[in-house]
């Protein structure tokens, strides 16, 4: 199941405009090669915050209203774009977020947050190979501080088109950004599982439960992994975790069918 990435679409794009007040600029030029801090103390900066406020509060038309007049005020704000096509996505109107998506990139190709939200958007919209492209290239901009979340991101998006060699290829790259990476450690337990390398994934759920607590993906994941081991007290453990702790996920409803008498 894919989930919406908008919501951290949001915390990434108010990551990435907070980030540049204290003045460190990150390289980047808009097409009228102002750099991004000439925005922060203009209407439309001040629009774009509000726009993403009103959208983490869940109101919608608000949010649209001040997107909508941050570029009026600023038509070549690539931030701008990048935030309107994550509320029309929310919206669920595709096209349009497809091409506000496009024009932040050709605004400002040198952001790799951008083109990381946009890669997530194709990865979500069945541009799978096109989206792992975009990730890709953000990864590789030398001056992304976080490499391990496009890179975990395109994990994912190989793990939905059955590229499982792929997607350990880009998990293991974020781990080495940053072993401590929860998301790429739950895409190699994944992985592991869909390889039958179940001792590899063991020592990664270890690794993951050292962080974090069980999802019911890593909980379904422990049980098909104990199960296919042989340990049968291992396997009814995670079951009944799943069973407690998610009853309603559709891990829990799989669990169900897999025990079920035939």
Known sequence: MRCSPVVLFLISLMAATGCQVGGQSSGSRFANEQPFESYIDSPA??????????MNRGDLGVALEKLKKALVQSPEFALAHNTIAALYEKMGESELAKQHYERSIRLDSNDPKLR??????????????????????????????TPYLPL???????LWIDQGTMAEDYFLQALEKNPKWVPALSGMIQVSLNQSKYLQGKDYIQRYTALAKHSAATLWAGYQIEKNMGDKEASTNYAVRLKSRFPNSKETRLLLRDIAPK
């Open 45 to 54: 900066y001040k629009n774009v915050q509000l726009g993403i406020e009103y």
């Open 116 to 145: 990381n939200n946009y890669g997530q958007f194709l990865c979500q919209h069945g541009s799978e190979l096109e989206g792992i492209r975009q990730l890709d290239i953000a990864a590789k901009n030398p001056l992304y501080k």
């Open 152 to 158: 975990t991101n395109a994990g994912r998006c190989a």
